[in-house]
Protein backbone atom coordinates (compact mmCIF):
# COMPACT_ATOMS: atom_id res chain seq x y z
CA UNK A 1 0.00 0.00 0.00
CA UNK A 2 1.32 3.35 -0.91
CA UNK A 3 0.90 5.22 2.36
CA UNK A 4 3.24 7.82 3.66
CA UNK A 5 3.75 6.60 7.36
CA UNK A 6 4.38 9.60 10.26
CA UNK A 7 4.78 8.25 13.92
CA UNK A 8 5.92 11.45 15.09
CA UNK A 9 2.59 13.13 13.71
CA UNK A 10 1.38 12.78 17.62
CA UNK A 11 4.06 15.37 18.78
CA UNK A 12 3.22 17.83 16.14
CA UNK A 13 1.25 21.25 16.21
CA UNK A 14 -2.14 21.00 15.17
CA UNK A 15 -2.47 23.42 11.83
CA UNK A 16 -4.38 25.98 13.53
CA UNK A 17 -2.88 27.03 17.55
CA UNK A 18 -0.61 26.25 19.67
CA UNK A 19 -1.73 22.55 20.70
CA UNK A 20 -0.10 19.48 19.94
CA UNK A 21 -1.95 16.02 18.18
CA UNK A 22 -1.51 14.61 21.45
CA UNK A 23 -3.06 17.59 23.65
CA UNK A 24 -6.46 16.57 21.25
CA UNK A 25 -5.99 13.11 22.16
CA UNK A 26 -5.79 13.73 25.93
CA UNK A 27 -8.68 16.41 25.88
CA UNK A 28 -10.48 13.17 23.98
CA UNK A 29 -9.94 10.87 26.84
CA UNK A 30 -10.57 13.12 29.01
CA UNK A 31 -14.03 13.54 28.19
CA UNK A 32 -14.67 9.63 27.15
CA UNK A 33 -13.65 9.08 30.99
CA UNK A 34 -16.11 10.63 32.08
CA UNK A 35 -18.80 10.65 30.41
CA UNK A 36 -18.00 6.73 30.74
CA UNK A 37 -17.55 6.77 34.82
CA UNK A 38 -20.85 9.10 35.01
CA UNK A 39 -22.75 7.11 32.95
CA UNK A 40 -21.73 4.02 34.71
CA UNK A 41 -22.48 5.42 38.16
CA UNK A 42 -25.70 6.31 37.21
CA UNK A 43 -26.19 2.87 35.52
CA UNK A 44 -24.98 0.78 38.69
CA UNK A 45 -27.58 2.74 40.92
CA UNK A 46 -30.52 2.68 38.56
CA UNK A 47 -29.87 -0.75 37.60
CA UNK A 48 -29.63 -2.10 40.67
CA UNK A 49 -32.49 -0.41 41.55
CA UNK A 50 -34.94 -1.66 39.03
CA UNK A 51 -33.75 -4.96 39.15
CA UNK A 52 -34.64 -5.46 42.55
CA UNK A 53 -38.16 -4.17 41.62
CA UNK A 54 -38.49 -6.58 38.97
CA UNK A 55 -38.15 -9.17 41.75
CA UNK A 56 -40.41 -7.60 43.50
CA UNK A 57 -43.50 -9.23 44.84
CA UNK A 58 -45.58 -5.82 44.01
CA UNK A 59 -47.13 -6.33 40.48
CA UNK A 60 -47.43 -2.54 39.39
CA UNK A 61 -43.90 -1.97 40.49
CA UNK A 62 -42.69 -5.16 38.59
CA UNK A 63 -44.28 -3.98 35.51
CA UNK A 64 -42.69 -0.68 35.64
CA UNK A 65 -39.40 -2.18 36.13
CA UNK A 66 -39.88 -4.29 33.29
CA UNK A 67 -41.18 -1.40 31.17
CA UNK A 68 -38.00 0.59 31.83
CA UNK A 69 -35.74 -2.38 30.50
CA UNK A 70 -37.34 -3.33 27.88
CA UNK A 71 -37.73 0.68 26.26
CA UNK A 72 -34.01 1.06 27.12
CA UNK A 73 -32.57 -2.35 25.58
CA UNK A 74 -34.60 -2.48 22.31
CA UNK A 75 -33.68 0.84 20.88
CA UNK A 76 -30.29 1.46 19.05
CA UNK A 77 -28.11 3.46 21.36
CA UNK A 78 -27.03 5.65 18.50
CA UNK A 79 -30.91 6.15 18.13
CA UNK A 80 -31.57 6.98 21.80
CA UNK A 81 -28.94 9.84 21.90
CA UNK A 82 -30.57 11.37 18.94
CA UNK A 83 -34.00 11.51 20.47
CA UNK A 84 -32.89 13.21 23.75
CA UNK A 85 -30.70 15.83 21.72
CA UNK A 86 -33.04 16.56 19.36
CA UNK A 87 -36.32 15.11 19.90
CA UNK A 88 -36.95 15.44 23.45
CA UNK A 89 -36.12 19.06 23.98
CA UNK A 90 -38.98 19.87 20.97
CA UNK A 91 -41.45 18.93 23.67
CA UNK A 92 -40.37 21.44 26.17
CA UNK A 93 -42.41 25.06 26.01
CA UNK A 94 -40.44 27.04 24.12
CA UNK A 95 -38.53 28.77 26.59
CA UNK A 96 -36.76 26.06 28.21
CA UNK A 97 -36.37 24.41 25.01
CA UNK A 98 -34.33 27.06 24.21
CA UNK A 99 -32.56 27.17 26.92
CA UNK A 100 -32.03 23.68 26.80
CA UNK A 101 -30.52 24.49 23.39
CA UNK A 102 -28.65 27.19 23.83
CA UNK A 103 -27.31 28.04 27.07
CA UNK A 104 -27.42 24.84 29.33
CA UNK A 105 -23.99 24.77 30.46
CA UNK A 106 -22.28 21.10 28.86
CA UNK A 107 -25.44 20.25 27.32
CA UNK A 108 -23.43 17.66 25.30
CA UNK A 109 -21.79 16.11 27.80
CA UNK A 110 -25.33 15.89 30.13
CA UNK A 111 -27.40 14.55 27.50
CA UNK A 112 -24.49 11.81 26.49
CA UNK A 113 -23.83 10.99 30.24
CA UNK A 114 -28.06 10.44 31.26
CA UNK A 115 -28.54 8.46 27.90
CA UNK A 116 -26.22 6.07 28.15
CA UNK A 117 -26.48 5.49 32.04
CA UNK A 118 -30.43 5.08 31.07
CA UNK A 119 -28.96 2.82 28.40
CA UNK A 120 -26.45 0.31 30.68
CA UNK A 121 -29.26 0.62 33.39
CA UNK A 122 -31.27 -1.52 31.61
CA UNK A 123 -28.29 -4.12 30.96
CA UNK A 124 -26.97 -3.92 34.71
CA UNK A 125 -30.99 -4.31 35.32
CA UNK A 126 -31.65 -7.77 34.27
CA UNK A 127 -28.47 -8.80 35.36
CA UNK A 128 -29.36 -7.79 39.01
CA UNK A 129 -32.41 -10.17 38.15
CA UNK A 130 -30.69 -12.56 37.00
CA UNK A 131 -28.16 -12.81 40.17
CA UNK A 132 -31.15 -12.53 42.29
CA UNK A 133 -33.04 -15.42 40.38
CA UNK A 134 -30.39 -17.92 40.99
CA UNK A 135 -30.34 -17.20 44.91
CA UNK A 136 -32.37 -20.23 46.63
CA UNK A 137 -36.08 -18.76 47.47
CA UNK A 138 -34.90 -19.86 51.43
CA UNK A 139 -32.49 -17.03 51.74
CA UNK A 140 -35.90 -14.85 51.53
CA UNK A 141 -37.77 -16.60 53.51
CA UNK A 142 -35.52 -17.54 56.02
CA UNK A 143 -34.62 -13.56 56.18
CA UNK A 144 -38.23 -12.92 56.68
CA UNK A 145 -38.76 -15.41 58.77
CA UNK A 146 -36.23 -13.80 61.34
CA UNK A 147 -38.28 -10.74 61.32
CA UNK A 148 -36.88 -8.70 58.29
CA UNK A 149 -38.78 -6.48 56.66
CA UNK A 150 -38.81 -6.98 52.69
CA UNK A 151 -37.11 -4.13 52.02
CA UNK A 152 -34.09 -4.83 54.78
CA UNK A 153 -34.25 -8.54 53.55
CA UNK A 154 -33.61 -6.84 49.83
CA UNK A 155 -30.68 -4.43 51.34
CA UNK A 156 -28.82 -6.96 54.26
CA UNK A 157 -29.37 -10.27 52.84
CA UNK A 158 -30.46 -10.74 49.17
CA UNK A 159 -28.51 -8.29 46.70
CA UNK A 160 -25.46 -8.75 48.37
CA UNK A 161 -25.34 -12.09 47.54
CA UNK A 162 -27.04 -11.32 43.94
CA UNK A 163 -24.29 -8.60 43.35
CA UNK A 164 -21.28 -11.16 44.02
CA UNK A 165 -22.94 -13.80 41.78
CA UNK A 166 -22.78 -10.82 38.92
CA UNK A 167 -20.09 -9.34 39.55
CA UNK A 168 -18.58 -11.19 36.37
CA UNK A 169 -21.00 -10.09 33.85
CA UNK A 170 -21.18 -6.48 34.94
CA UNK A 171 -17.32 -6.29 34.55
CA UNK A 172 -18.16 -6.64 30.92
CA UNK A 173 -20.82 -3.87 31.16
CA UNK A 174 -18.80 -1.49 32.62
CA UNK A 175 -16.06 -2.37 29.91
CA UNK A 176 -18.70 -1.61 27.29
CA UNK A 177 -19.51 1.25 28.88
CA UNK A 178 -15.87 2.47 27.37
CA UNK A 179 -16.65 1.32 24.21
CA UNK A 180 -20.41 2.79 24.03
CA UNK A 181 -19.21 6.22 24.98
CA UNK A 182 -17.83 6.22 21.24
CA UNK A 183 -21.48 6.86 19.76
CA UNK A 184 -21.44 10.33 22.30
CA UNK A 185 -19.23 11.57 19.26
CA UNK A 186 -22.38 11.86 17.28
CA UNK A 187 -23.90 14.33 19.35
CA UNK A 188 -20.71 16.57 19.57
CA UNK A 189 -19.06 15.37 22.72
CA UNK A 190 -15.53 15.99 22.31
CA UNK A 191 -14.68 12.74 23.13
CA UNK A 192 -11.78 10.46 21.79
CA UNK A 193 -13.86 8.95 18.84
CA UNK A 194 -14.45 12.87 17.95
CA UNK A 195 -10.90 13.98 18.51
CA UNK A 196 -9.73 10.89 16.20
CA UNK A 197 -11.96 12.22 13.53
CA UNK A 198 -10.72 16.41 13.99
CA UNK A 199 -6.73 14.56 13.93
CA UNK A 200 -7.25 12.19 10.81
CA UNK A 201 -9.03 15.29 9.16
CA UNK A 202 -6.38 17.69 10.11
CA UNK A 203 -3.43 15.44 9.93
CA UNK A 204 -4.03 13.00 6.76
CA UNK A 205 -2.47 10.57 9.13
CA UNK A 206 -5.80 8.42 9.78
CA UNK A 207 -3.97 4.78 10.38
CA UNK A 208 -1.37 6.42 13.39
CA UNK A 209 -4.59 8.26 14.69
CA UNK A 210 -6.95 4.95 14.68
CA UNK A 211 -4.10 2.77 15.88
CA UNK A 212 -3.45 5.14 18.72
CA UNK A 213 -7.40 5.39 20.05
CA UNK A 214 -7.78 1.79 19.51
CA UNK A 215 -4.61 1.23 22.09
CA UNK A 216 -6.20 4.56 24.62
CA UNK A 217 -9.78 2.25 24.21
CA UNK A 218 -8.29 -0.91 25.27
CA UNK A 219 -6.09 0.08 28.29
CA UNK A 220 -9.22 1.82 29.28
CA UNK A 221 -11.53 -0.97 28.87
CA UNK A 222 -8.56 -3.24 30.16
CA UNK A 223 -8.14 -1.17 33.41
CA UNK A 224 -12.09 -1.84 33.95
CA UNK A 225 -11.64 -5.48 34.12
CA UNK A 226 -8.82 -5.34 36.13
CA UNK A 227 -10.90 -3.11 38.55
CA UNK A 228 -13.62 -5.69 38.34
CA UNK A 229 -11.49 -8.51 39.51
CA UNK A 230 -9.83 -6.63 42.09
CA UNK A 231 -13.54 -6.03 43.69
CA UNK A 232 -14.37 -9.30 42.92
CA UNK A 233 -11.13 -10.81 45.11
CA UNK A 234 -11.89 -7.91 47.90
CA UNK A 235 -15.25 -8.63 48.51
CA UNK A 236 -15.74 -12.36 48.13
CA UNK A 237 -17.05 -14.40 50.86
CA UNK A 238 -15.17 -17.32 51.44
CA UNK A 239 -17.97 -20.11 50.99
CA UNK A 240 -20.52 -18.56 49.49
CA UNK A 241 -19.43 -18.75 45.92
CA UNK A 242 -16.81 -21.36 44.41
CA UNK A 243 -14.14 -20.04 43.20
CA UNK A 244 -13.24 -20.04 39.36
CA UNK A 245 -11.07 -18.98 37.03
CA UNK B 1 31.10 1.05 -12.53
CA UNK B 2 32.72 -2.02 -14.41
CA UNK B 3 30.98 -2.81 -17.74
CA UNK B 4 28.53 -5.36 -16.50
CA UNK B 5 26.69 -2.64 -14.05
CA UNK B 6 27.15 0.10 -16.90
CA UNK B 7 25.38 -2.43 -19.35
CA UNK B 8 21.96 -3.46 -16.44
CA UNK B 9 22.03 0.42 -16.18
CA UNK B 10 21.80 1.17 -19.99
CA UNK B 11 19.36 -1.89 -20.29
CA UNK B 12 16.72 -0.78 -17.19
CA UNK B 13 17.09 3.11 -18.51
CA UNK B 14 16.59 1.52 -22.29
CA UNK B 15 13.33 -0.34 -20.87
CA UNK B 16 12.02 1.49 -18.38
CA UNK B 17 9.59 3.57 -21.15
CA UNK B 18 8.47 0.55 -22.18
CA UNK B 19 7.29 -0.45 -19.02
CA UNK B 20 5.61 2.86 -17.60
CA UNK B 21 3.27 2.53 -20.29
CA UNK B 22 1.12 0.26 -18.30
CA UNK B 23 2.15 0.41 -14.32
CA UNK B 24 0.01 1.75 -11.74
CA UNK B 25 -3.70 2.28 -11.85
CA UNK B 26 -3.36 1.55 -15.36
CA UNK B 27 -1.77 -2.09 -15.46
CA UNK B 28 -4.65 -2.51 -12.80
CA UNK B 29 -7.16 -1.40 -14.65
CA UNK B 30 -6.29 -3.14 -17.55
CA UNK B 31 -5.72 -6.64 -15.39
CA UNK B 32 -9.09 -6.08 -13.96
CA UNK B 33 -11.11 -4.59 -16.49
CA UNK B 34 -12.46 -2.80 -14.40
CA UNK B 35 -11.93 0.71 -12.51
CA UNK B 36 -13.51 1.92 -9.62
CA UNK B 37 -14.89 5.36 -8.48
CA UNK B 38 -14.83 6.52 -5.46
CA UNK B 39 -18.57 8.53 -5.12
CA UNK B 40 -19.85 10.41 -2.03
CA UNK B 41 -23.62 10.25 -0.71
CA UNK B 42 -24.59 13.78 -0.17
CA UNK B 43 -22.08 15.90 -1.58
CA UNK B 44 -24.42 18.58 -3.48
CA UNK B 45 -23.87 19.12 -6.37
CA UNK B 46 -20.83 17.66 -6.79
CA UNK B 47 -21.11 13.96 -6.20
CA UNK B 48 -24.67 12.23 -4.48
CA UNK B 49 -27.22 9.40 -5.04
CA UNK B 50 -30.12 10.51 -6.95
CA UNK B 51 -34.14 9.00 -6.28
CA UNK B 52 -32.84 5.91 -7.84
CA UNK B 53 -29.91 5.49 -5.66
CA UNK B 54 -27.72 6.03 -8.97
CA UNK B 55 -24.19 8.67 -8.16
CA UNK B 56 -24.57 11.49 -10.24
CA UNK B 57 -23.40 15.46 -10.08
CA UNK B 58 -20.73 17.24 -11.75
CA UNK B 59 -17.60 15.56 -10.31
CA UNK B 60 -19.33 12.39 -11.54
CA UNK B 61 -19.72 13.65 -15.17
CA UNK B 62 -16.15 14.84 -15.05
CA UNK B 63 -15.01 11.30 -14.05
CA UNK B 64 -16.99 9.31 -17.19
CA UNK B 65 -14.78 11.77 -19.17
CA UNK B 66 -11.50 10.63 -17.46
CA UNK B 67 -12.88 6.85 -17.67
CA UNK B 68 -13.47 7.36 -21.83
CA UNK B 69 -10.10 8.39 -21.95
CA UNK B 70 -8.70 5.69 -20.60
CA UNK B 71 -10.79 3.79 -22.37
CA UNK B 72 -9.52 5.13 -25.31
CA UNK B 73 -5.89 4.60 -23.85
CA UNK B 74 -6.23 0.99 -23.15
CA UNK B 75 -8.08 0.77 -25.94
CA UNK B 76 -10.88 -1.56 -23.82
CA UNK B 77 -14.38 -0.53 -24.88
CA UNK B 78 -15.99 -2.81 -22.46
CA UNK B 79 -14.12 -1.72 -19.35
CA UNK B 80 -16.70 -2.28 -16.61
CA UNK B 81 -17.54 1.12 -13.92
CA UNK B 82 -17.84 0.08 -10.67
CA UNK B 83 -18.83 2.68 -7.60
CA UNK B 84 -17.52 2.78 -4.26
CA UNK B 85 -19.20 4.93 -1.74
CA UNK B 86 -16.42 7.05 0.36
CA UNK B 87 -16.87 9.13 3.28
CA UNK B 88 -14.50 11.95 4.81
CA UNK B 89 -12.81 9.36 7.11
CA UNK B 90 -11.89 6.47 4.28
CA UNK B 91 -11.40 8.29 1.30
CA UNK B 92 -7.86 8.76 1.41
CA UNK B 93 -6.94 5.36 2.72
CA UNK B 94 -9.70 3.95 -0.11
CA UNK B 95 -7.65 5.67 -3.06
CA UNK B 96 -4.14 4.93 -1.12
CA UNK B 97 -4.69 1.28 -0.43
CA UNK B 98 -5.96 0.58 -4.43
CA UNK B 99 -9.60 -0.05 -3.62
CA UNK B 100 -10.47 3.21 -5.32
CA UNK B 101 -8.78 4.25 -8.41
CA UNK B 102 -10.47 7.97 -8.81
CA UNK B 103 -12.14 9.99 -6.04
CA UNK B 104 -14.83 11.73 -7.93
CA UNK B 105 -16.32 13.68 -4.54
CA UNK B 106 -15.56 17.01 -2.89
CA UNK B 107 -12.07 16.58 -1.82
CA UNK B 108 -10.18 19.84 -1.10
CA UNK B 109 -7.01 19.73 -2.32
CA UNK B 110 -4.32 20.72 0.15
CA UNK B 111 -0.71 19.80 1.60
CA UNK B 112 -1.22 17.24 4.22
CA UNK B 113 -3.34 15.21 1.26
CA UNK B 114 -0.92 15.90 -1.13
CA UNK B 115 1.82 13.70 1.56
CA UNK B 116 -0.66 10.98 1.04
CA UNK B 117 -2.44 11.04 -2.54
CA UNK B 118 -2.57 13.34 -5.96
CA UNK B 119 -4.71 15.36 -7.58
CA UNK B 120 -6.20 16.25 -10.87
CA UNK B 121 -6.28 19.82 -11.90
CA UNK B 122 -8.48 21.97 -9.94
CA UNK B 123 -12.69 21.64 -10.64
CA UNK B 124 -14.48 23.49 -8.69
CA UNK B 125 -13.71 26.24 -5.96
CA UNK B 126 -15.45 26.82 -2.47
CA UNK B 127 -15.73 29.51 0.17
CA UNK B 128 -15.94 28.83 3.32
CA UNK B 129 -18.69 31.04 4.83
CA UNK B 130 -21.91 30.97 7.06
CA UNK B 131 -25.42 30.03 6.58
CA UNK B 132 -27.88 31.52 9.24
CA UNK B 133 -31.73 31.81 9.58
CA UNK B 134 -32.39 35.97 7.77
CA UNK B 135 -34.69 36.22 10.91
CA UNK B 136 -31.94 36.33 13.38
CA UNK B 137 -30.41 39.74 11.39
CA UNK B 138 -27.02 38.05 11.46
CA UNK B 139 -24.48 39.52 8.79
CA UNK B 140 -20.92 38.93 10.20
CA UNK B 141 -18.93 37.06 11.98
CA UNK B 142 -18.78 39.95 14.63
CA UNK B 143 -22.33 39.51 15.42
CA UNK B 144 -21.79 35.65 17.02
CA UNK B 145 -19.79 36.39 20.30
CA UNK B 146 -21.46 33.78 23.05
CA UNK B 147 -23.67 32.59 20.59
CA UNK B 148 -23.43 28.93 19.59
CA UNK B 149 -21.68 28.27 15.80
CA UNK B 150 -22.17 24.70 14.12
CA UNK B 151 -20.52 23.13 12.15
CA UNK B 152 -19.51 19.38 10.93
CA UNK B 153 -17.29 17.04 12.61
CA UNK B 154 -13.95 15.94 10.87
CA UNK B 155 -14.11 18.95 8.71
CA UNK B 156 -11.61 22.06 7.96
CA UNK B 157 -13.97 24.53 9.13
CA UNK B 158 -13.21 23.24 12.52
CA UNK B 159 -9.67 24.93 12.53
CA UNK B 160 -10.98 27.61 10.56
CA UNK B 161 -13.71 28.91 13.49
CA UNK B 162 -11.33 28.42 16.10
CA UNK B 163 -8.55 30.20 13.92
CA UNK B 164 -10.81 33.21 13.38
CA UNK B 165 -11.84 32.79 17.38
CA UNK B 166 -8.30 33.90 17.98
CA UNK B 167 -7.44 36.44 15.55
CA UNK B 168 -10.21 38.06 16.28
CA UNK B 169 -11.37 37.87 19.89
CA UNK B 170 -14.95 36.48 19.31
CA UNK B 171 -16.00 34.28 21.62
CA UNK B 172 -18.55 31.64 20.09
CA UNK B 173 -19.22 28.56 21.31
CA UNK B 174 -18.68 25.66 19.03
CA UNK B 175 -20.87 22.71 18.08
CA UNK B 176 -20.70 19.47 16.39
CA UNK B 177 -22.87 17.72 13.73
CA UNK B 178 -21.58 14.45 13.35
CA UNK B 179 -22.37 14.68 9.23
CA UNK B 180 -24.23 17.62 7.04
CA UNK B 181 -27.33 16.89 7.68
CA UNK B 182 -26.80 17.00 11.32
CA UNK B 183 -25.09 20.38 11.70
CA UNK B 184 -27.95 22.21 9.54
CA UNK B 185 -30.29 20.12 11.82
CA UNK B 186 -28.95 22.13 14.49
CA UNK B 187 -29.52 25.79 13.15
CA UNK B 188 -32.87 24.25 12.09
CA UNK B 189 -33.90 23.58 15.23
CA UNK B 190 -31.97 26.40 16.51
CA UNK B 191 -29.42 24.98 18.50
CA UNK B 192 -27.17 27.01 16.22
CA UNK B 193 -27.48 30.53 15.39
CA UNK B 194 -24.95 29.56 12.33
CA UNK B 195 -23.40 26.91 10.30
CA UNK B 196 -19.93 27.38 8.97
CA UNK B 197 -19.64 25.35 6.10
CA UNK B 198 -18.36 25.47 1.93
CA UNK B 199 -20.54 27.69 0.60
CA UNK B 200 -21.74 25.14 -2.28
CA UNK B 201 -22.61 22.55 0.35
CA UNK B 202 -24.54 25.06 2.86
CA UNK B 203 -26.75 26.35 -0.81
CA UNK B 204 -27.60 22.65 -0.98
CA UNK B 205 -29.10 22.17 2.23
CA UNK B 206 -30.89 25.58 2.16
CA UNK B 207 -32.15 23.88 -1.45
CA UNK B 208 -32.81 20.59 -0.03
CA UNK B 209 -34.50 21.97 3.05
CA UNK B 210 -38.36 22.50 4.25
CA UNK B 211 -38.10 26.66 3.94
CA UNK B 212 -35.59 27.64 1.89
CA UNK B 213 -36.80 31.38 2.03
CA UNK B 214 -35.81 31.39 5.69
CA UNK B 215 -32.08 30.92 5.35
CA UNK B 216 -29.18 33.01 3.67
CA UNK B 217 -25.06 32.65 3.27
CA UNK B 218 -23.90 35.84 4.71
CA UNK B 219 -20.34 36.84 6.21
CA UNK B 220 -16.81 36.82 5.32
CA UNK B 221 -14.89 34.22 3.34
CA UNK B 222 -13.09 32.27 5.98
CA UNK B 223 -11.00 30.65 3.30
CA UNK B 224 -10.99 29.36 -0.28
CA UNK B 225 -10.41 25.82 -0.81
CA UNK B 226 -9.89 24.13 -4.30
CA UNK B 227 -11.34 20.84 -4.85
CA UNK B 228 -10.13 18.65 -6.75
CA UNK B 229 -10.50 14.87 -7.75
CA UNK B 230 -8.01 12.34 -6.06
CA UNK B 231 -5.75 9.72 -6.88
CA UNK B 232 -3.10 7.40 -5.97
CA UNK B 233 -0.02 9.08 -5.65
CA UNK B 234 3.49 8.49 -7.31
CA UNK B 235 2.07 7.24 -10.51
CA UNK B 236 2.87 9.53 -13.28
CA UNK B 237 1.08 7.52 -16.16
CA UNK B 238 -2.27 7.84 -14.96
CA UNK B 239 -1.86 11.42 -13.31
CA UNK B 240 -0.76 12.58 -17.11
CA UNK B 241 -3.55 10.86 -18.46
CA UNK B 242 -6.24 12.43 -15.77
CA UNK B 243 -4.59 16.15 -16.24
CA UNK B 244 -5.18 15.53 -19.91
CA UNK B 245 -8.42 14.69 -19.70
CA UNK B 246 -9.38 17.54 -17.34
CA UNK B 247 -7.19 19.98 -19.29
CA UNK B 248 -9.17 19.04 -22.03
CA UNK B 249 -12.33 19.37 -20.81
CA UNK B 250 -11.42 23.06 -19.79
CA UNK B 251 -10.26 24.15 -22.83
CA UNK B 252 -12.86 22.59 -25.49
CA UNK B 253 -15.64 24.54 -22.96
CA UNK B 254 -16.95 20.98 -22.06
CA UNK B 255 -16.33 22.03 -18.32
CA UNK B 256 -18.26 24.84 -18.58
CA UNK B 257 -21.41 23.09 -19.78
CA UNK B 258 -21.40 20.65 -17.14
CA UNK B 259 -20.84 23.41 -14.24
CA UNK B 260 -24.11 25.25 -15.84
CA UNK B 261 -26.04 21.81 -16.03
CA UNK B 262 -25.22 21.34 -12.49
CA UNK B 263 -24.87 24.63 -10.89
CA UNK B 264 -27.37 26.52 -13.10
CA UNK B 265 -29.92 24.00 -14.11
CA UNK B 266 -32.31 21.80 -12.23
CA UNK B 267 -30.78 18.66 -11.10
CA UNK B 268 -32.39 15.81 -9.08
CA UNK B 269 -34.04 14.59 -7.19
CA UNK B 270 -36.23 17.67 -5.99
CA UNK B 271 -35.71 19.31 -9.69
CA UNK B 272 -34.65 22.78 -8.17
CA UNK B 273 -31.51 24.84 -9.12
CA UNK B 274 -28.89 25.73 -7.05
CA UNK B 275 -28.31 29.09 -8.99
CA UNK B 276 -24.94 29.03 -7.90
CA UNK B 277 -22.57 31.04 -10.57
CA UNK B 278 -18.98 30.19 -11.12
CA UNK B 279 -16.55 31.73 -8.66
CA UNK B 280 -14.10 34.22 -10.65
CA UNK B 281 -11.58 31.80 -9.10
CA UNK B 282 -12.39 29.37 -11.21
CA UNK B 283 -12.80 30.47 -14.50
CA UNK B 284 -9.18 31.86 -13.86
CA UNK B 285 -8.33 28.21 -12.76
CA UNK B 286 -10.20 26.83 -16.15
CA UNK B 287 -7.78 29.62 -18.19
CA UNK B 288 -4.72 28.00 -16.19
CA UNK B 289 -5.35 24.87 -14.88
CA UNK B 290 -3.58 24.28 -11.65
CA UNK B 291 -3.49 21.55 -8.88
CA UNK B 292 -2.05 23.27 -6.50
CA UNK B 293 -3.15 22.95 -2.77
CA UNK B 294 -5.51 25.17 -0.57
CA UNK B 295 -2.15 26.47 1.37
CA UNK B 296 -0.74 28.83 -2.04
CA UNK B 297 -4.21 29.77 -2.64
CA UNK B 298 -4.66 31.76 0.48
CA UNK B 299 -1.23 33.42 0.45
CA UNK B 300 -2.42 35.21 -2.54
Request: charged residues 20%; proline residues 5%; contains cysteine.
Amino acid sequence: MNYHWNWGVFLEPVKSGDETYLDWLITGLGWTLAVSLTAWLLALAIGILIGALRTAPSRPLALLANAWVELFRNIPLLVQMFLWFFVVPEFLPRDWSLWVKQDMPAKEFVTAALCLGFFTSARVAEQVRAGLASLPRGQRDASLALGFTLPQTYRHVILPQALRIVIPPLTSEFMNVFKNSSVAFAIGVLELTFQARQMQEDSEQGIETYLAVTLLYFICAFAANRGMAWIEARTRVPGLIARTG
Amino acid sequence: MNHRTALLVALVITAAPALAQETGTLKKVKDNGSITLGIRESSYPLSYLDDKQQPVGYHIDVCNRIVDAVKAQLKLPALKVQHQAVTSQNRIPLVANGTVDLECGSTTNNEARQKQVAFAPTTFVTNVRMAVKKASGITGLGQLGGKPVATTTGTTSVQLMRAHEKGKGIDFKEVYGKDHADAFLMLETDRAVAFVMDDNLLAGLIVSSKAPADYAIVGEVLNVEPIAIMLRKDDPAFKKLVDAAVIGLMKSGELDKLYARWFMAPIPPKNVSMNFPMSDALKALIKAPSDAPAESFNKR
